[in-house]
């Protein structure tokens, strides 16, 4: 049974640093690409960075292009996303996912449960 778990999300000062979790099982960790998505109340779930199985190549929106990094340690079946100078336009309920790059929702199969992200001063 696939199964992603996300940890790490809390409440952080503008400009301050998370480190998302993402604790894969249940599924070949070579075969699904990784996803990273987020949705802010009354609005639409965003792809923001997506890293693929085979090459581990990675891809982010513009709206967090420079700022986050997805990243992987497969010895563990765990995906992270450092999240760097965050600001109240982060802020939302983080998903990650299993399934196809880019991060596009249509494209991914399994969902973890979500980890709230605060930004506040």
């Known amino acids: 049974q696939l199964q992603l778990v996300e940890s790490g999300g809390g409440a952080v000062q503008p400009g301050g640093s998370l480190r998302l979790s993402c604790k894969a099982s249940g599924f070949t960790l070579d075969y699904y690409d990784i996803g990273w998505f987020r949705q802010a109340p009354g609005k639409e779930r965003e792809g923001i960075s997506c890293?693929?199985?085979?090459?581990?190549?990675?891809y982010y929106s513009d709206s967090v292009e420079g700022r986050f990094t997805i990243s992987r340690d497969l010895s563990k079946n765990t995906f992270y996303l450092q999240m760097n100078v965050l600001t109240s336009g982060d802020e939302g309920e983080y998903y990650c996912a299993a399934g196809r790059c880019p991060a596009v929702s249509q494209l991914f199969d399994y969902w973890g449960q979500g980890t709230q992200v605060t930004v506040s001063s």
């Open positions: 890293i693929s199985a085979v090459y581990g190549r990675t």
